[in-house]
């Protein structure tokens, strides 16, 4: 998977995960106990599978090393300075920001 798509996939399953439990939050009384209980399961299941997404596929391709802080706005590989599409080395000036603005 690339870094790209699963950084984004991480990111939808954080606020799906984040839905789900505040559905459960706002569902109250002994009528809904089974459906909060659900929804927190769901909601748990779905933080472990982005952690795990995150884990395994948020690395850079060229140098191995994973990339956690701001994983949806990197551009540049903050440990080997290279692009994360193409490949290329960024040059000095560009070498200081690895963030899209």
Same mark, same amino acid.
């Given at each position: 998977?690339?870094?790209?798509?699963?950084?984004?996939?991480?990111?939808?399953?954080?606020?799906?995960?984040?839905?789900?439990c505040?559905?459960g939050?706002?569902?109250t009384?002994?009528?809904?106990?089974?459906l909060?209980?659900?929804?927190?399961?769901?909601?748990?299941?779905?933080?472990?599978?982005?952690?795990?997404?995150?884990?395994?596929f948020?690395?850079?391709?060229?140098?191995?090393? @994973?990339?956690?802080?701001?994983?949806?706005?990197?551009?540049?590989?903050?440990?080997? @300075?290279?692009?994360?599409?193409?490949g290329?080395?960024?040059?000095?000036?560009?070498?200081?920001?690895?963030?899209?603005?």
């Amino acid at each position: 998977m690339k870094f790209y798509t699963a950084s984004n996939l991480a990111k939808t399953l954080i606020i799906v995960s984040v839905v789900f439990c505040v559905l459960g939050l706002v569902l109250t009384g002994e009528a809904y106990l089974a459906l909060r209980a659900w929804l927190t399961l769901i909601a748990v299941l779905l933080l472990i599978a982005a952690l795990v997404i995150v884990l395994v596929f948020c690395k850079c391709p060229y140098c191995g090393k @994973r990339i956690f802080r701001g994983a949806n706005k990197v551009v540049y590989c903050p440990n080997c @300075r290279r692009n994360l599409e193409t490949g290329k080395k960024a040059s000095k000036k560009k070498a200081r920001t690895t963030m899209r603005k």
